[in-house]
């Protein structure tokens, strides 16, 4: 199980420690200065859920750069879910085994997976249409996203 595995990286994390008499001080074993920093953290935690995926340097790139635009951060954290296929569509739970693969929750055209969600669905287009109406503006849709289906679910 995947906790398991959890504990056991942490329990490596905590190889090494030795307990004396002297007052304790918190220390941060995955930083050099011994802080706890939310990098530190989330490298982490990056290499817990992401295992062995190898990022191509376009791709770490688009993920560094997404966190730094001037966007509120539920809608930045939205869009970094989308891009690592971890919104809970009809084929991402299905492979988690919470529902059923058979038929649709939006359309029946396709299966329902991020990037016929966001890209391809009539309702998808429907509201890109309009938004780029409202800034006047075009879209060429693209086939896919550009970093889905890299994390394994």
């Not at 398991?4 to 941060?28: A, F, I, K, N, Y």
């Not at 730094?68 to 084929?91: D, H, Q």
């Not at 988690?96 to 009539?122: A, I, Q, Y």
């Not at 879209?139 to 970093?147: A, D, E, F, Q």
Request: net charge negative.
């Amino acid at each position: 199980m995947w906790e398991e595995e959890l504990l056991t990286s942490l329990m490596e994390d905590l190889d090494g420690v030795v307990l004396s008499g002297e007052e304790d001080v918190w220390r941060w074993s995955l930083d050099d200065r011994g802080l706890l920093t939310v990098k530190s953290a989330y490298v982490k935690l990056e290499g817990v859920v992401l295992g062995d995926v190898v990022w191509q340097v376009e791709e770490k790139r688009v993920l560094e750069e997404l966190w730094k635009i001037l966007t509120p951060s539920k809608v930045v954290a939205f869009a970094w879910k989308v891009l690592l296929n971890r919104i809970l569509t009809k084929v991402n739970l299905t492979v988690r085994n919470v529902l059923p693969l058979e038929g649709s929750m939006l359309c029946d055209r396709r299966e329902e997976t991020c990037v016929h969600l966001f890209l391809h669905c009539d309702m998808a287009n429907s509201v890109w249409l309009r938004l780029m109406w409202w800034v006047d503006g075009s879209l060429i849709t693209p086939p896919t996203l550009p970093m889905a289906y890299l994390g394994s679910l």
